[in-house]
């Protein structure tokens, strides 16, 4: 089993700035990929920041320059630092995770349980 347990978020001002983390836990062999979805209300879910096993990172053009994944590989944590936050960031942010939990092929996706992010004045 593995888990992902996200922590941060809340309210910020526009213009502000919000720190979430992921710690993912479990038998994990290797995490391939892992980053964070949003889902706002009336919306489908999108994608924000990914990052692989690799280092390479993605993200949403609506975050680009201002949102920046890192991680801590001796921790199996993942950070997405939000800046210059806008009105139109708010959602729930989902951290997911892309994890072989041993040396034979395949993988789990595995969910955090959400986090709310608000930006309002």
């Known amino acids: 089993q593995v888990q992902l347990a996200e922590s941060g978020g809340g309210l910020a001002q526009p213009g502000g700035s919000l720190r979430l983390s992921c710690v993912a836990s479990?038998?994990?062999?290797?995490?391939?990929?892992m980053g964070w979805y949003r889902q706002a209300p009336g919306k489908e879910r999108e994608l924000v920041a990914t990052?692989?096993?690799?280092?390479?990172?993605n993200y949403a053009d609506s975050v680009k320059g201002r949102f920046a994944i890192s991680r801590d590989n001796a921790k199996n944590t993942r950070y997405l630092q939000m800046n210059s936050l806008k009105p139109e960031d708010t959602a729930v942010y989902y951290c997911?995770?892309?994890?072989?939990?041993?040396?034979?092929?395949?993988?789990?996706?595995?969910w955090g349980q959400g986090a709310l992010v608000t930006v309002s004045p």
């Open positions: 997911y995770a892309s994890i072989a939990t041993s040396a034979t092929p395949g993988y789990l996706d595995v």
């Open positions: 479990g038998s994990i062999f290797s995490i391939i990929a």
């Open positions: 990052m692989t096993r690799g280092g390479s990172t």
